[in-house]
């Protein structure tokens, strides 16, 4: 079940990135992340009331914790290397991110994969670099924006594997993510206070009415990030975590697909070369 749980990670987190990059383009994307993580965590809140998740309180939710703080984090790194960097560069690193921190704690750890298994991981890896849509024109790269997105890439694939090992069980993953999501709430309204302090704005245009008829996309966009966490962590605690985090690294593909259907935005060539040798790579992984 690893390979369809850390699919289900790429369709969900694709869908929310895309969810998220819509909103950013009418209200600050700081306000994006904290509204609908605090959406996030009224409906976490509930569930773990309802399974009775407190009874699984214990040392291991220091993952979540961890996870929580270092998320926000390297989000705000990764949009001050778009804002600063060629997105071309930026996007495939930060996606990378995700896939080399979660392989070398599954090789730590002692895992092997296999030869068709080791064949999907570098095949995979390919589609999510040329997905994410590298530029081709040699625009250069400032010192600055290239240690953002190593930090940024670092904070994603650091969160996988946090999260991975916040809970072994249903119950105790609701726990977790619901920790999770406080900590991201309190750092993303401590750096929404100080950017706030800088003369940014917190509110879109249209002020709260902006808010209040946003609310559905919102919530999409968090639950989506909170399942696409709990699929992840289903995926990598039932099987290798090195296939896990290839297959929950393609979500790049699954934007860049929402993209062309709802925005009519074509794929470069190499775009969809990637998203084919993802999807080779995918399968490869899964009978592997």
């Known amino acids: 079940m690893t390979p369809v749980f850390a699919l289900a990670t790429s369709l969900m987190w694709g869908l929310a990135d895309f969810g998220g990059g819509l909103l950013t383009r009418r209200m600050p994307a700081l306000t994006v992340v904290l509204v609908s993580q605090l959406l996030a ?21 220091w993952y979540a914790v961890a996870a929580g703080v270092v998320g926000p984090a390297a989000m705000l790194a990764f949009y001050r290397a778009l804002a600063l960097g060629p997105m071309g560069v930026v996007s495939p690193l930060g996606a990378l991110g995700g896939v080399a921190v979660p392989l070398g704690v599954g090789l730590v750890l002692g895992e092997r994969p296999g030869l068709l ?14 997905a994410s849509g590298p530029g081709m024109g040699g625009a250069p790269v400032q010192r600055q924006t290239l240690v953002l997105t190593l930090v940024a890439a670092f904070g994603f694939g650091s969160v996988m594997a946090l999260i991975a090992e916040a809970s ?14 406080l900590c991201n709430v309190a750092v993303g309204a401590g750096a929404l206070y100080a950017s706030v302090r800088r003369g940014a704005p917190a509110l879109p245009e249209n002020g709260w009415q ?3 008829s946003a609310l559905p996309a919102l919530a999409f966009v968090g639950l989506s990030d909170v399942a696409a966490n709990g699929t992840y962590s289903i995926a990598a605690n039932n099987g290798p975590v090195t296939v896990a985090a290839v297959l929950a690294s393609l979500y790049p593909v699954v934007t860049a697909l929402a993209a062309r259907g709802f925005l009519s935005e074509r794929l470069r060539g190499e775009q969809a070369a990637g998203a084919g040798l ?11």
């Open 117 to 130: 298994q080791v064949a999907g991981i570098a095949v995979a890896v390919a589609g999510v670099v040329l």
């Open 168 to 181: 072994h069980n249903l119950t105790g993953l609701f726990l977790a993510l619901f920790v999770q999501r």
């Open 278 to 288: 993802a999807l080779v790579g995918t399968v490869l992984l899964a009978t592997g």
């Open 210 to 212: 902006g808010i209040r």
């Open 41 to 61: 965590v009224g409906a976490l809140g509930s569930i773990v009331v309802a399974t009775g998740g407190w009874s699984e309180a214990g040392p291991q939710l």
